[in-house]
């Protein structure tokens, strides 16, 4: 039995523990690093079987299949993982002629996409099928904070962001989309109202850092790369004028990446640019880590082949 001296000393030895714990957890969490997968895809355009294997260069690749099983492995090894798209969905094969986007939007459904943005394209069948495929078969949102759909049969069928709590790391998605003058018919595009991506997507971004303190602002644009001698905004022109969007998933131009292009914002800051070119050919992957004493940093990128063997 214990004296009271004895007793005395346990008791403020166990409530010192208890004090300390926290604080001992919050120190080692201060070092230790939450880790975030970001998956992407751009410009699928309704690819949802491979290429035939007519000894074309893509054949046997691509295919929903494929990128399922990819998508469904990754997520078994990893906690934290975000499926994003930058648009274009619709238009390039007979499935698209035949269904007008329904088994596209089912697919991306049935692979668990958090979200994805607008592309020119998915105006071919017209904004009351969008619309229609959007709302009977979407189980994820279409991002796009600069097209102003006020009566027309999208409004209200998009949302400008969206925040996505991952374990203890809050991500902002938002997205942009590019001028439908001259390149989406008019009789498709209809009274929607194009307001400047820039503009518009560091009002969001800013909302979504500093409002909502987000530990990472990711803009989905369908702006296109880069363009030589043309008076466009870019998603080169968006990161170089930005000042609080970390990364951009872009699409439109087809553009393969081998690894994350890298700007500098308004601020100094450092901002990503990623594209996986089209046809779902490739799962981009980005890998960030973050941690309390380096911030966020990417520590691993890969451009994942789709095919049937890559696939499983």
């Known amino acids: ?65 494929a990128r399922a ?14 499926l994003l798209d930058a648009g274009d969905i619709f238009q390039g094969t007979p499935y698209f002629n035949i269904y007008k986007g329904e088994p596209e939007i089912k ?12 592309g020119n394209h998915d105006f071919d069948a017209g904004m009351e ?17 600069n097209y102003d759909f006020s009566g027309t049969p999208m409004e209200n069928k998009t949302e ?30 209809g009274n929607t109202v194009y307001l400047d991506p820039v503009q518009k997507a560091n009002e969001t971004a800013a909302f979504l ?12 644009s369908h702006l296109g790369n880069q363009y030589k001698g043309y008076d466009k905004v870019s998603d080169e022109i968006l990161a170089r004028e930005s000042e609080h969007i970390d990364l951009i998933i872009g699409g439109h131009t087809h553009t393969f990446l ?12 450092d901002v990503l640019v990623n594209q996986v070119g089209f ?8 890998d960030f880590e973050f941690t309390k004493f380096s911030g966020k940093k990417l520590v691993k990128n890969h451009a994942i082949q789709v095919s049937q063997k890559s696939g499983g």
């Open 258 to 269: 081998d690894q994350p292009l890298l700007y500098k914002n308004k601020s100094g800051n």
């Open 129 to 145: 099928n969008l619309a229609t495929q959007l709302t009977r078969h979407a189980r994820f949102p279409m991002l796009v904070s």
């Open 160 to 189: 400008p962001y969206r925040i996505f709590k991952k374990g203890k790391l809050t991500i902002g998605v938002l997205g942009v989309s590019i001028e439908g003058k001259g390149l989406i018919p008019d009789n498709l595009f």
């Open 209 to 220: 850092k500093k409002r909502k303190n987000c530990d990472l602002v990711i803009c989905l």
């Open 107 to 118: 697919a991306m459904t049935m692979m668990g996409y958090d979200a994805c943005t607008i």
């Open 1 to 65: 039995m214990l004296n009271r001296k004895k007793f005395l000393q346990q008791s403020f030895l166990s409530a010192g523990a208890m004090l300390a714990g926290p604080a001992i957890a919050e120190a080692a969490g201060f070092f230790d690093p939450l880790k975030l997968t970001i998956l992407h895809t751009n410009d699928t355009h309704s690819r949802l079987e491979p290429f035939p294997m007519d000894g074309g260069r893509n054949q046997g690749m691509g295919g929903v299949a």
């Open 69 to 82: 099983k990819l998508i469904e492995d990754i997520r078994a090894t990893e906690e934290q993982v975000l």
């Open 279 to 286: 046809a779902g050919l490739i799962l981009g992957r980005l």
